[in-house]
């Protein structure tokens, strides 16, 4: 696929990722060592829990969302370069999901302190295989235009992006 840089950039492009299998034993490795909570790690704590069985945390979701979004999801020629954005878990992601990432790009808006970059707003949902969704993520990414991107300005200058 094709690295995009501002300039590509649509109102209402939408990128979609590959997909990706979630299984109790990634829950629970994820769980132990980032969120140790019994719904995460423990089939019977879990069935008494509001999530009514195993869920994954939703930081495991997010990560999973990333990785989905770097491997092609989203293919920003510099990378997904984030300045911050608002999350939110609609629905808990369980063994057995197989997730996917809808990404849909909103405003677009060219920097005028640093010519050769803007802020995009892109929304990225992500579902499992039912089209059930499991995560919502508003994010504002730094994109680099095509003359100015990160590579760039690094072969002229010699600084890593």
Wanted: aromatic share 6%; glycine share 10%; hydrophobic share 40%.
């Amino acid at each position: 696929m094709e690295k995009l840089y501002l300039d590509d950039l649509e109102t209402g492009a939408q990128y979609t990722s590959s997909e990706l299998e979630v299984t109790e034993a990634d829950i629970k490795r994820f769980a132990g060592e980032f969120d140790p909570q019994p719904f995460h790690l423990d089939d019977a704590e879990a069935r008494k829990s509001l999530f009514g069985g195993l869920a994954a945390s939703g930081w495991h979701t997010a990560a999973l969302t990333m990785r989905l979004m770097t491997a092609g999801g989203i293919p920003l020629a510099d990378g997904i370069v984030g300045l911050g954005g608002e999350i939110s878990w609609p629905r808990p992601t369980r063994p057995g999901d197989r997730l996917h990432v809808v990404s849909t790009v909103g405003e677009i808006r060219p920097s005028k302190s640093k010519p050769g970059q803007g802020v995009v707003t892109m929304t990225s949902e992500t579902f499992n295989q039912a089209g059930d969704m499991v995560q919502r993520l508003v994010a504002k990414l730094v994109v680099f235009t095509r003359a100015q991107s990160a590579a760039e300005v690094a072969r002229r200058t010699g600084l890593r992006p």
